[in-house]
């Protein structure tokens, strides 16, 4: 189990630092072009390095089409078996866009109050 | 058996489990969603030059079909309850959010607490015309009991004629405060919080 006490609640701390993002996250990955699950999960790996769970995303991904800010659609693919493709709906691009316009207000203040801590300085 | 054919009838053995699971979602979203699962493990085996230990892996992240199901109607249900003025429903979907975790225990004993609280009051309301001298609110050296006093030889009534409408309001201001309270809490909640991601099982199993 835990060896140190503060290391455990560290990751603790970040596990759900990503998990409160991951909403977001997930509309920003189809700002740009309709993804099927695999390609988002992918695509959140790549860019902001969030591994999530499969078990995790789909569920997610049906309540945000039942919420209206995402539509999807079956597409026929070479592999032989059709693939479900998200896209943003208007609302669910209103959503992200104020959902990353909070985000970057609240990261830029936030750094310039760890700015002292990253650099080391002491007081 | 070849061991692709072992894996396929893995593979189907899981969705076969997660269609049983998926019993209280409509037919055509279950439909979608076992399509759409389908696809994901396909894919994710595809191209690997071993697929057997591919398909472990992607059912292992998936969860078991009763654990995925439960978060598919989870993720629904939290979100058409927090907008929702049933306590039924209420109460339902914090069963299935109290199997999730911490907060949706403390949400289904809340909603558990509340709800059963306002149905004592509204029964004492009904039986009070045919129990008039028996039901109240009635104090002793014991404390406070409403509805048939425990040791009425030792305890007054307090209420009189108002037993009903002040009941009647405290049953409506428990009912509603629950309501309000439940839906507070699953609009607090963070999406996916209560869902174990990779990272997070890949700690505990470290552990």
């Given at each position: 189990m835990a060896i140190n006490g503060n290391g455990d609640?560290?990751?603790?701390w970040e596990a759900q630092l990503r998990k409160g993002c991951l909403e977001m996250a997930i509309l920003a990955s189809l700002w740009q072009s309709r993804l099927y699950g695999l390609e988002i999960l992918r695509a959140l790996s790549e860019k902001s390095e969030l591994e999530v769970a499969e078990g995790t995303l789909y569920p997610i991904l049906s309540r945000l089409k039942a919420e209206g800010l995402l539509e999807s659609e079956w597409v026929e693919a070479e592999a032989g078996h059709p693939r479900k493709y998200y896209w943003l709906t208007s609302p669910g691009r209103r959503r992200a866009r104020e959902m990353a316009g909070a985000w970057n207000e609240f990261a830029e203040k936030l750094t310039?109050?760890?700015?002292?801590?990253?650099?080391g300085r002491e007081r | 058996m070849t061991s692709q054919q072992l894996t396929d009838t893995r593979i189907e053995m899981y969705l076969n489990r997660l269609q049983s699971a998926l019993a209280g979602v409509s037919s055509g979203d279950r439909e979608d969603i076992l399509r759409e699962i389908r696809a994901h493990i396909l894919d994710s085996a595809g191209n690997s030059p071993d697929r057997e230990g591919a398909v472990d892996r992607v059912l292992r992240l998936l969860g078991t079909p009763e654990e995925l199901a439960g978060r598919y109607s989870t993720e629904c249900q939290l979100t058409r309850a927090s907008r929702s003025f049933s306590p039924w429903l209420l109460l339902r979907t914090c069963w299935g959010w109290a199997k999730l975790g911490m907060k949706g225990t403390l949400a289904f004993l809340l909603a558990l607490f509340g709800y059963t609280l306002a149905l004592g009051f509204t029964i004492s309301i009904f039986l009070k015309p045919f129990m008039p001298d028996k039901i109240g609110m009635w104090i002793g050296p014991e404390g406070l009991d409403i509805g048939v006093p425990s040791h009425p030889e030792q305890m007054h009534e307090l209420l009189g004629h108002y037993f009903v409408p002040v009941i009647a309001a405290a049953a409506f201001a428990t009912a509603i405060g629950t309501t309000h309270a439940?839906?507070?809490?699953?609009?607090?909640r963070t999406p996916g919080l209560a869902i174990p991601t990779t990272r997070e099982s890949g700690l505990a199993q470290a552990s």
């Open positions: 609640r560290g990751q603790h310039a109050l760890v700015q002292p801590v990253v650099g | 439940l839906r507070w809490m699953m609009r607090k």
